[in-house]
């Protein structure tokens, strides 16, 4: 039976996730996708299955004008969904005569006018092809394609098992599950896979929104956006990392000295729920008081920063534990501190 031809759309996908930058020339990728045109033998035994397969492969006499180029037996490698058939490409050349011509080689130019074609014929066990249909098989093949990489059946228990154990720890913590609304809310549905991409995720949804609203009030350009956001970024890292190092969890206003004080001005604006524009800075205080709505974010930054190699405020740092040496003596006025300590 001959098979619906391949949709259109599904068409300009697989030439663009698969072949758009293979080659140089300048035919259209779609000229690589071998399945357009296709039939199916549906067989009722596994027996008959491979049957037709060597019929398909050891034809004698093969038609001129049919040459197999390649074969896939999904019985033997299976994909990530397990789906079982056998695939056959034929080059259907443009005629009889010019199958006889160039002597099955598919290589040599043609000499006719008509171009040649590239078919599929598809060998499926009908029990197998029904289950596969009711479950939507072909949804879960083209979840695993889109990765971009081949996935092993036996890598695929560990795949899954490490994803369900994320979201059984997202489904713990009130802050990862938090995180993962964030993300879920902004409309983009690509999920993390770890808790680490969580973060890096969510912060990044935050970000972009306060990047939105500057651009409700500025001309911003998609570059101008960007260039935004990483300022930002490195902004709040210069911040968790100096507070951190320090080991405290509030911090202040920046000091109109400082080179982000502008930035942290329109950042700083208090929001809903006492965060500020960035939903994970929050205000504690009226006197302008600040600190990460949980300390992992602080510990994230600070890390970032560190592999950024970004310099140490050491002035600050300095400035800071001295402030804390003398609030420590002011409650403890009989304790004599030994040399190197709080001088």
Not at 84 to 101: D, P, Y
Not at 104 to 132: F, G, K, M, W, Y
Not at 308 to 336: G, I, T
Request: hydrophobic content about 40%; glycine content about 2%; aromatic content about 10%.
């Amino acid at each position: 039976m001959f098979a619906p031809l391949k949709d259109p759309v599904r068409v300009f996908e697989k030439a663009l996730d698969d072949y758009w930058d293979r080659f140089s020339d300048e035919v259209p990728a779609t000229a690589c996708v071998t399945d357009i045109i296709r039939c199916r033998f549906l067989c009722r035994a596994l027996e008959s299955v491979a049957k037709v397969a060597r019929v398909l492969i050891h034809a004698n006499p093969a038609p001129p004008w049919l040459v197999l180029v390649r074969a896939k037996n999904k019985f033997r490698e299976l994909d990530s969904a397990h789906f079982r058939n056998m695939l056959f490409n034929f080059r259907v050349l443009c005629c009889a005569e010019c199958g006889s011509l160039l002597g099955n080689s598919v290589l040599d130019p043609c000499r006719c006018a008509n171009p040649r074609r590239t078919s599929e014929i598809q060998v499926h066990h009908e029990q197998i092809l029904e289950l596969s249909e009711e479950l939507h098989d072909h949804v879960y093949y083209e979840f695993f394609r889109s990765k971009n990489q081949i996935i092993k059946a036996d890598d695929l228990d560990f795949m899954i098992d490490k994803q369900m154990q994320f979201f059984a720890e997202v489904r713990s913590s009130p802050v990862l599950l938090s995180l993962l609304i964030l993300i879920l809310d902004q409309g983009d549905f690509k999920l993390p896979n770890s808790v680490y991409q969580l973060y890096e995720m969510a912060i990044d949804v935050s970000i972009t929104r306060f990047v939105a609203e500057q651009r409700h009030y500025h001309t911003l350009d998609h570059q101008a956006d960007e260039k935004l956001k990483r300022e930002v970024l490195r902004m709040v890292q210069k911040i968790g990392h100096r507070n951190h190092m320090a080991r405290r969890r509030v911090f202040e206003h920046l000091p109109p000295t400082d080179p982000d004080y502008g930035l942290w001005n329109e950042v700083c604006v208090t929001g809903v729920n006492g965060t500020t524009v960035l939903s994970f800075v929050k205000v504690i205080s009226q006197l302008e008081l600040y600190q990460f709505t949980h300390l992992s974010f602080q510990v994230l930054f600070c890390k970032e920063a560190l592999d950024k190699r970004q310099p140490l405020d050491f002035h600050a740092m300095v400035k800071d534990v001295e402030l804390q040496c003398v609030a420590y003596r002011s409650e403890q006025p009989n304790l004599e501190l030994s040399a190197g300590s709080c001088t």
